[in-house]
């Protein structure tokens, strides 16, 4: 089963070794699912560890990233396929999980990823934080 993760899903996971979303790359260690995100996702990650978080918190995040598969995001194409389901910036994110034929996109961004017409869009995938899709695996 391959999970697509936000940003803020790695970001949180490198910041923490105690919640959900560091127990999503625990969870892929171990086999049961394959994590996969975007290369823009990653550069965003990154640039906000860097500018908010010490060289522990940075070296975890390189750590984890080596288990995810890396692709790389037409931002037009997301852009227009989802212009009137989510704001321009958060398009290449369902695209991503779209392109990549993950089950799963899993975020912790409520405010943008679970609008009333982001939930009435029929994706390919679910939309959940990673503390619910633990809860349903």
Do not use: C, H, W
Not at 41 to 68: C, D, G, H
Request: charged letters at 30%.
């Amino acid at each position: 089963m391959r999970i697509f993760l936000d940003a803020n899903i790695i970001y949180s996971a490198s910041r923490s070794t105690k919640g959900a979303s560091y127990a999503v790359f625990q969870i892929a260690k171990r086999g049961k699912i394959e994590i996969v995100s975007s290369r823009l996702a990653l550069v965003e990650a990154e640039r906000n560890l860097y500018e908010k978080e010490n060289q522990e918190v940075i070296e975890r995040f390189y750590s984890l990233i080596k288990n995810i598969d890396v692709l790389s995001v037409e931002s037009d194409k997301a852009k227009s396929r989802y212009k009137d389901v989510i704001e321009e910036k958060d398009a290449p994110i369902l695209y991503g999980a779209f392109k990549s034929g993950s089950s799963y996109l899993l975020t912790l961004d409520r405010k943008r990823f679970f609008t009333k017409k982001v939930k009435q869009t029929k994706f390919s995938f679910k939309i959940m934080t990673p503390g619910d899709f633990i809860v349903s695996i």
